[in-house]
């Protein structure tokens, strides 16, 4: 690892200057990405500034038919969260699939989707259920929040202060895990929005994506039978030592049927 | 370098250190504890698990600065003297180790579920030890001695 320099903010308007007056800084948060990039010198900041000590960045809390979940609250929190499971018991179950115990007690939902790794789980859950991200200036719905791989709509300096859910009638994440990393090799979030339906795809493809033709079919008839037949295009999708494009491919739609027959 | 005060298993403790010293480098190397283990190095094998304001977390995957303020928990914390914590006791009892080295990352992963579930089934147990590899045992005796180990942490 490189050396850098630290910062630890007391609030978030310090961590924004701070950011700003930084050649090269970067934020963290849970560390869980971000430590490991740091010792293999895929990343090296020159200042490090050091989320934890920001006021006000965790929390769960619910209003009307929202569900917000703060920045910097940890996967194990949302993972046994009362709220959580009242509210949307599939946004629990996302949170408990991730990584092992030590990661669940570290990383941070604000982390992980502003890192949006194409395998991580919360980006589906985002877009699966509609969520808006706040930020310390602005508020993006998650259908404009992840723009590719390793990508989202985050400017520099800017940072995610909470994420916003609204509370769907039913959903579930049904996820196919690399069984020794346990992220996505494939994961659909399906979601039965107040107005939509909702299907989101994490680990298939360079970043979380919707299948509009299966929302379509499954608007019409919400049964497994209903998208039974569809194949997913494997253009595009990732390929590696652990699964091939087509066989991703074919696991969007064996998830997604697994996902709305666990729902009816 | 900057300076981190924490209370390491149970006394207040300072150190002037690099901001990219991990925290089982601070551990190791500066207080000399050395039952904390360096494994994989990459956050997956879990011998460096300690806990960090009572929950288990990954040392080689938190900087030491990040400590600053905390309570840090390690082996050495556990046993009485001579005597034995009831689930180092079991990892004895139930030949829940071979060579060892896992075992300290294993112990201190265990207690930080029994803290939240006394009563973990065999396949509480399983699902929790995700984040812990061992190479010698195959994992039988290490869920049966953590098993043991609730139970004989209630008496």
Redesign the interface.
């Known amino acids: 690892?490189?050396?850098?320099?630290?910062k630890?903010p007391t609030s978030l308007s310090d961590a924004a200057e701070m950011s700003e007056q930084a050649e090269d800084g970067s934020f963290?948060a849970g560390?869980?990405t971000l430590?490991?990039a740091?010792?293999l010198r895929l990343a090296s900041p020159s200042i490090?500034i050091?989320l934890?000590g920001v006021q006000d960045l965790t929390g769960i809390s619910q209003e009307n038919n929202t569900l917000t979940v703060r920045a910097m609250t940890k996967h194990?929190d949302v993972a046994?969260s009362s709220e959580v499971k009242n509210a949307i018991p599939a946004l629990s179950e996302v949170a408990e699939s991730i990584?092992?115990?030590?990661?669940r007690?570290?990383g941070t939902i604000g982390g992980s989707i502003s890192n949006a790794d194409p395998a991580a789980d919360y980006p589906a859950a985002l877009l699966g259920l509609g969520a808006t991200v706040e930020t310390n200036s602005r508020t993006i719905g998650s259908d404009d929040f992840f723009t590719g791989l390793f990508g989202t709509a985050l400017n520099a300096n800017e940072l995610v202060v909470a994420v916003h859910f609204p509370i769907p009638k039913r959903a579930v994440y049904m996820k196919f895990p690399n069984p020794?990393?346990?992220y996505a090799i494939v994961g659909v979030m399906v979601a039965e929005c107040s107005d939509e339906i909702r299907v989101a795809v994490t680990g298939a493809g360079p970043s979380v994506f919707r299948v509009f033709e299966m929302e379509e079919a499954l608007q019409k008839n919400f049964s497994p039978n209903s998208i039974q037949d569809m194949i997913v295009s494997a253009d595009g999708l990732n390929e590696d030592m652990h699964a091939s494009a087509d066989y991703r491919a074919h696991l969007i739609t064996v998830m997604a049927k697994r996902a709305v027959a666990k729902l009816i | 370098m900057i300076p981190v005060t924490l209370t390491l298993n149970g006394k207040v403790v300072s150190a002037d250190i690099e901001p990219r010293t991990l925290l089982v480098q601070l551990i190791r190397d500066h207080f000399h504890l050395t039952g904390t283990h360096v494994g994989c190095d990459t956050s997956q094998c879990g011998a460096c698990v300690v806990h960090v304001d009572g929950v288990s977390v990954k040392s080689c995957t938190m900087l030491a600065v990040q400590v600053d303020g905390a309570k840090v928990q390690t082996i050495e914390s556990l046993a009485d003297k001579e005597r034995l914590h009831p689930m180092q006791q079991a990892f004895k009892d139930h030949h829940g180790l071979q060579c060892g080295f896992c075992t300290p990352g294993i112990i201190m992963s265990a207690l930080n579920l029994i803290a939240k579930n006394p009563n973990p089934s065999e396949s509480d147990i399983r699902d929790w030890l995700e984040g812990n590899l061992c190479r010698c045992t195959g994992y039988h005796n290490i869920v049966k001695a953590i098993s043991a180990g609730a139970e004989a942490m209630k008496s």
């Not at chain 1, 690892?1 to 630290?6: A, E, I």
């Not at chain 1, 990584?99 to 990661?103: C, L, R, S, T």
């Open positions: 690892m490189y050396d850098f320099s630290y630890r963290l560390g869980m430590i490991p740091l010792k490090l050091d934890g194990a046994v990584g092992d115990p030590q990661v007690n570290r020794a990393s346990r």
